[in-house]
């Protein structure tokens, strides 16, 4: 390579490095807009697919950290979520925990219907024992969710997410009743929204963190639910 041609081959990079810089910036002060936009992307990819109509995404603030998200999967058209199952490892005593590992949905055309479509997974951690399946009143379809999670223990065991509760409704609205259990460890944190109404949740995202072999588990951190008009 000629001198002239090493001077502008290091101009380049440096121009390349200013770039990534300033995207750095950016991205630090309005966010991860473009990863963002494709994440939504997908989901609604992934719903039109299905055929369903998303009329709201269900989040919560006091998910855990630790792995990559899922990817969205959907009851099929015409089905809601009506119940679910919870998969949780039981206390290890002086092993490693990792409490709830999966969630599970049940869909149905509604509560009382013999219409039955099947159960939906986004992902399953590998660790724990499945539920039975606790139903909303009849009639009534899942709407909203509030997570039990454990916060950072340091160099302490860290399980993250425990159990998960549901806030049930009949599709066009009414009281709400709320279904589930708790966990072992955590605190229960804020409800999510609730589905609009003449919609339900009629699909589910989760966050789980792959077999640290080794290292500390926590298996599922987070969970998002979506909620369709049809």
Known sequence: ?????????????????????????????????????????????????????????????????????????????GYYATGYSLKIEEKQGKGDDTALNAIRLKCRKGNNSPSTGGTILAQEGRWGQWSETTDCPIGEQLVGFRLQVEARQGRGDDTAANNVNFRCRSFNGGATNIIGTEGFWGKVGAWSQTCPLGSAICGLEVRIEPNQRRGDDTALNDAKFYCCSQ
Not at 6 to 34: E, R, W
């Open 1 to 77: 390579m000629t001198q002239n041609k090493c001077v502008l081959y290091k101009k380049m990079l440096c121009y390349i490095d200013i770039c990534l810089f300033v995207s750095v910036l950016l991205t630090a002060a309005n966010g991860p807009t473009d990863v963002e936009a494709q994440i939504k992307s997908k989901v609604v990819a992934s719903a039109t697919a299905a055929q369903r109509i998303l009329k709201e995404v269900l989040s919560v603030a006091n998910g855990g950290p630790w792995g990559p998200w899922s990817g969205p999967e959907f009851c099929a058209k």
